[in-house]
């Protein structure tokens, strides 16, 4: 079983930068493909983006693509998510998530294939 604490979130200004963190506990962290999702206020959750459990590949959503950077520590179990060039439309609370890396073909970008989940951290850009 993998737990997850996502941390980083907070109030930042429109072209400003910020990066989530995303802790997991046990030691098969690097079993894992992690993945960041965000939801806002009265929208479906929406896939941001996926890092292969070894790190060597990443795959993102069109509106964070060259934008924002997912990369992952394995000795350190925890996955990152650098945002750049804020947007208010990126406004949302963000989520990682865990798939085991056999759970089908990789790039995972529907939420039901992740089986462990974060509770989640307010990104809030202003204008």
């Known amino acids: 079983q993998v737990q997850l604490v996502d941390s980083g979130g907070g109030l930042v200004q429109a072209g400003g930068s910020l990066r989530l963190s995303c802790a997991a506990s046990g030691r098969t962290f690097s079993s894992y493909h992690m993945g960041w999702f965000r939801q806002a206020p009265g929208k479906e959750r929406e896939f941001v983006g996926t890092?292969?459990?070894?790190?060597?590949?990443?795959y993102y959503a069109d509106s964070v693509k060259g934008r924002f950077t997912i990369s992952r520590d394995n000795a350190k179990n925890t996955a990152y998510l650098q945002m750049n060039s804020l947007k208010p439309e990126d406004t949302a609370v963000y989520y990682c998530?865990?798939?085991?890396?056999?759970?089908?073909?990789?790039?995972?970008?529907?939420?039901?294939?992740?089986?462990?989940w974060g509770q989640g951290t307010q990104v809030t850009v202003s204008s």
């Open positions: 998530a865990a798939a085991w890396e056999f759970s089908g073909r990789f790039p995972y970008t529907q939420s039901d294939t992740y089986r462990y």
């Open positions: 890092i292969r459990s070894s790190g060597t590949n990443t």
